[in-house]
């Protein structure tokens, strides 16, 4: 492995970096607020089918028992869903690390690009 190609690899004058991990970071956002809505969702189906419970019509039964069964596989799916964005995240957070640690000066650079940035656009006001 040669620093040459490393440095290219992640080079912060390219922009295609910094365009994934703003890609990544939006992917992660929707994923969090769909998993939101859908744990809602589910609260919302749960309480349906207590307000239900009480109906002793068989087809009422056997849908309760049907929406049951799917809100058991949902949450299932949901806290599998979960678990992956949060491993992504601890993922990005080491590769961030990492990138850090093996070029701190670089990071030195672009944190203090940035800072220009910014402090010129909010000069600008």
Same mark, same amino acid.
């Given at each position: ?11 912060? &004058? ?7 991990? @703003? ?18 969702? &589910? ?24 929406? =049951?069964? =799917? ?8 806290? @599998?869903?979960? @678990? ?42």
């Amino acid at each position: 492995m040669t620093t040459a190609s490393t440095t290219t690899a992640q080079s912060p &004058l390219d922009g295609g970096a910094a365009r994934r991990a @703003e890609a990544h970071d939006s992917t992660a956002a929707r994923r969090a607020d769909a998993a939101s809505d859908v744990h809602s969702l &589910l609260a919302d189906i749960q309480d349906l089918l207590g307000q239900l419970a009480h109906v002793a019509d068989p087809d009422i039964a056997r849908v309760r028992a049907r929406l =049951s069964e =799917s809100l058991a596989t949902a949450r299932r799916a949901v806290t @599998e869903g979960s @678990e992956q964005v949060r491993a992504q995240v601890r993922s990005s957070v080491r590769s961030g690390d990492a990138y850090v640690r093996n070029q701190p000066w670089q990071a030195v650079g672009i944190a203090a690009a940035a800072g220009l940035v910014i402090g010129f656009l909010v000069a600008k006001r």
